[in-house]
């Protein structure tokens, strides 16, 4: 006899599963239990900013694609980059990614948002045509970045013509932090040799481009460091449309 146990489903998040082929709503709660992938979903389905299923998307660092199948069902076109020639390749054994490529990620947002989106998902992607993304999603990925503003101009650009999104997580830079106070660069090489940012930094990076506005940040744990969960922030930004 099946187990009669079931999880409740929040309202918030009816969207996908309503909409999916089913089966993310398990992949959610074993993601949202641990990694970023649970709370990446779930930010981008319960936004009042909304997703939409005729949404074109692009994952950066995507690794292994451990987010890939969560995204799957709740896009039109996922695509994915990564710098790592094998953690393509291991993405590309999950068969949930339209398009996989080796790539650096800013230079591959900047040829995502120069292409059409449908044309290059397929006929059979659906969606709505047009050059660009809907989309771009990268989870600890940027803790290799000092310096943001290039790969925040490049995403807002990908997605301004149709108004879309920007999802990242950064590690965080305590606010009391040098880095942090009036004249800090924002961010710092930490000893575990990735990049941790300031939230205020992060934020202001970002409305510097000129296309740019937030729409949530959320602290998170990215990943875990000897047994403690390392602080970290998971930051949701509109941009405005052309
Ligand atoms: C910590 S893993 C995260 C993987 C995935 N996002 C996840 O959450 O499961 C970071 C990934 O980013 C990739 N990466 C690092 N720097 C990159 C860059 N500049 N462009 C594209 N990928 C990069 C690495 O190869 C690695 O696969």
Redesign the pocket.
């Known amino acids: 006899m099946m187990s009669e146990k079931k999880e409740k489903m929040p309202d918030a998040l009816s969207l996908p599963f309503i909409s999916g082929t089913g089966g993310e709503w398990t992949l959610y709660t074993k993601f949202q239990k641990k990694?970023?992938?649970g709370p990446?979903f779930s930010t981008l389905s319960a936004s009042p900013e909304g997703v939409d299923l005729s949404f074109f998307f692009i994952?950066?660092?995507?690794?292994?694609?451990?987010?890939g199948p969560l995204f799957r069902n709740l896009s039109a076109s996922l695509e994915g980059?990564?710098?790592?020639e094998n953690?393509v390749a291991l993405a590309r054994n999950r068969q949930v990614y339209n398009h996989l490529a080796v790539?650096?990620?800013?230079?591959?947002i900047q040829h995502w948002g120069r292409q059409d989106a449908g044309a290059r998902a397929g006929a059979g992607a659906g969606g709505n045509a047009g050059v660009g993304g809907d989309v771009v999603?990268?989870?600890?990925?940027l803790?290799?970045?000092g310096n943001l503003e290039p790969f925040l101009s490049a995403a807002a650009d990908a997605v301004r013509r149709r108004g879309g999104l920007v999802a990242f997580?950064t590690e965080r830079l305590e606010p009391a932090a040098t880095e942090c106070q009036r004249g800090g660069g924002g961010w710092k090489l930490t000893t575990s040799g990735r990049y941790a940012h300031c939230a205020d930094y992060v934020v202001s990076t970002a409305l510097g481009t000129g296309k740019l506005r937030l729409s949530s940040a959320q602290d998170i744990t990215?990943?875990w460091n000897r047994g403690k969960p390392v602080a970290g922030t998971l930051f949701l930004f509109r941009a405005s449309e052309l």
């Open positions: 990694g970023l992938c990446l994952f950066l660092g995507c690794g292994t694609g451990l987010c980059v990564d710098l790592s953690m790539g650096e990620l800013v230079e591959a999603l990268a989870a600890d990925v803790v290799y970045f997580t990215p990943r």
